[in-house]
């Protein structure tokens, strides 16, 4: 192993739900409100200095359109990391990011280090004001909002995956997602 400098691959899974936002977010610390679709999947690299060392992260961004599927093993294949996100505007965005746990849980590096990201949390923020602010639907949104967080939790849990609730539009989380990840992938 090189003493300054270790390597790492991480690979992005899942729809329409902010893949490439969080990347951007994370390499270029942008963020577009009319992000296009990815076609096949975008390559990035960014380093992070995790205590002593700089860590380099190589990123496939790959594309969550169904039509794309039978691509996704040639970028996991061999990453030693892999964030799941879902939109948690969006359940079926959730129940596509248990897909993916499930073949990379198959398929994977059975020493690969999996993060779920529950992306767009500052739209559950906006939900929480709005349920504040109006006096129809508070008890329900909010209950709602804490159901899912720790349905998404206990998901990750059983299933060895740490979890955060990310937003690649205010930056919540963006960088601690990775920065966790590259002390997970130290102590391996
Ligand atoms: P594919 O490439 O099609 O698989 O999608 P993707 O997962 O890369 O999603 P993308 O980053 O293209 O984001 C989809 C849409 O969601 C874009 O319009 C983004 O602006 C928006 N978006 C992404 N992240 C966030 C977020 O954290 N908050 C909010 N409010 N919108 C977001
Ligand atoms: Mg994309």
């Known amino acids: 192993r090189p003493c300054c400098h270790d390597i790492l691959r991480v690979l992005l899974g899942d729809v329409g739900a902010g893949k490439s936002s969080l990347v951007l977010r994370f390499v270029k610390g942008q963020f577009v409100e009319f992000q296009e679709s990815t076609i ?5 690299s960014q380093t992070l200095a995790v205590n002593d060392a700089t860590v380099k992260f190589e990123i496939w961004d790959t594309a969550g359109q169904e039509r794309y599927h039978s691509l996704a093993p040639m970028y996991y294949r061999g990453a030693a990391a892999a964030i799941i996100v879902y ?3 969006n359940q079926a965005s959730f129940e596509r990011a248990k897909k993916w746990v499930q073949e990379l849980q198959a398929q994977g590096n059975p020493n690969m280090v999996m993060a779920l990201a529950g992306n767009k949390a500052d739209l559950l923020d906006a939900r ?3 349920a504040e602010a109006s006096s129809s639907f508070p008890a329900i949104v909010t209950r709602r909002n804490v159901r899912q967080w720790h349905e998404a939790q206990v998901y ?5 995956l740490f979890f955060m609730e990310t937003s690649a539009k205010t930056a919540t989380n963006v960088n601690d997602i990775f920065y966790e990840i590259a002390k997970r992938l130290s102590q391996v």
Do not use: R
């Not at 096949?40 to 990035?44: E, N, R, S, W």
């Open 87 to 89: 939109d948690i505007s």
């Open 40 to 44: 096949g999947a975008a390559f990035f």
């Open 156 to 160: 990750a849990q059983e299933n060895g």
């Open 128 to 130: 929480k004001v709005a």
